[in-house]
């Protein structure tokens, strides 16, 4: 059982715009920033999005990042064949005084 | 380009202690950031197990603590992992990070707890 909640699995067509939520609390998403990870098979994890929307040199601006109150979501436009990965959220937890992650969304491009 | 390298035995008995240490090159560990392992259990998610400043300060995962040390040597540019008592749920990739985004990954270790 993850501290952050995200939906196991995801889908979309190529081109189309995807969404994967995250949801906390108080004491992690609601106090401190969300970081995005995309890991594809076999690979180790990339960050992806750090401080809920900045995005690190090199990955493409069709991945965004929000946050509002304990929840926070990524965002995916224009789909890519390549973009299929399993994607994990992030935060400091003030409570647990450490890192929480999400149990993982996997995305497939149908 | 900072790069981070796992290396230890691949295969633990159960009740041993786990040893990995993480080597970074491209920057100095003596020049900020945390630094940290987090694991991965086959087709599992990933799980933080702890954190650790040039200073020496840390913080663990309260679920592992207690069989849990992360220590680091400036002088060498590393810092490792113990975790004592092992059990076959110790199972998983384990990779080190540069904390406190994790923007740069170690290529991860898989170690096995199995007699």
């Known amino acids: 059982q993850s501290v952050l909640t995200q939906p196991p699995s995801a889908s979309g067509t190529p081109g189309q715009r995807v969404t994967i939520s995250c949801s906390g609390s108080n004491s992690n998403i609601g106090s401190d920033t969300v970081n995005w990870y995309q890991q594809l098979p076999g690979t180790a994890p990339k960050l992806l999005i750090y401080?809920?929307?900045q995005r690190p040199s090199g990955v493409p601006d069709r991945f965004s990042g929000s946050k509002s109150g304990t929840s926070a979501s990524l965002g995916i436009s224009g789909l890519q064949s390549e973009d299929e990965a399993d994607y994990y959220c992030a935060a400091w937890d003030d409570s647990l005084n450490g890192v929480v992650f999400g149990g993982g969304t996997k995305l497939t491009v149908l | 380009q900072v790069q981070l390298q796992e290396s230890g035995p691949g295969l633990v008995k159960p009740s041993e202690t786990l040893s990995l240490t993480c080597t970074v090159s491209g920057y100095s560990i003596n020049s900020g950031f945390y630094w940290g392992w987090i694991r991965q259990p086959p087709g599992g998610g990933l799980e933080w197990i702890g954190n650790i400043y040039r200073s020496g300060t840390t913080f663990y995962n309260p679920s592992l603590k207690s069989r849990v040390t992360i220590s680091i040597d400036t002088s060498k540019n590393q810092f490792s992992l113990k975790l004592n008592s092992v059990t076959a749920a110790d199972t998983a990739m384990y990779y080190c990070?540069?904390?406190?985004?994790?923007?740069?990954w170690g290529q991860g270790t898989l170690v096995t707890v199995s007699s």
């Open positions: 990070t540069r904390a406190r985004f994790s923007d740069y």
């Open positions: 401080s809920d929307h």
